[in-house]
Nanobody, 122 residues
Framework: VQLVESGGGSVTAGGSLRLSCVTS????????IGWFRQAPGKEREGVSC??????KYEDSVKGRFTISRDIAKKTVYLQMNSVKPEDAGVYYC??????????????????WGQGTQVTVSS
């Protein structure tokens, strides 16, 4: 199983960034894919989750971030718009069963990517 993130980098507050998560080694359509982030000194937190029933977002990113999935490419994207300094951190994609009520817990996923750094300058 592999999940490989890309697209991180430096962005100015108010700008946009798109993260990608390419997956392999499991049946893509059978799993939810979530995006998590971890800022220095803080716990890892769920940002968004996508499964075949729909999508979920953490409150602070609603209306700014959009998660989408390309089944043919086995890839999940996180479009980040109107980025804020508090969005900075390492972003991870992770696979779990479904985007259930516990989707945002870092204990929920079964497999993780290596992470991609997002830096936001004000």
């Amino acid at each position: 199983v592999q999940l490989v993130e890309s697209g991180g980098g430096s962005v100015t507050a108010g700008g946009s960034l798109r993260l990608s998560c390419v997956t392999s080694g499991f049946t893509f359509g059978d799993y939810a894919i979530g995006w998590f982030r971890q800022a220095p000194g803080k716990e890892r937190e769920g940002v968004s989750c996508s499964d075949d029933r729909g999508v979920k977002y953490e409150d602070s990113v609603k209306g700014r971030f959009t998660i989408s999935r390309d089944i043919a490419k086995k890839t999940v994207y996180l479009q980040m718009n109107s980025v804020k300094p508090e969005d900075a951190g390492v972003y991870y994609c992770a696979a779990q069963g479904l985007c259930e009520s516990t989707w945002s817990s870092p204990a929920a996923p079964w497999w993780w990517g290596q992470g991609t750094q997002v830096t936001v300058s004000s």
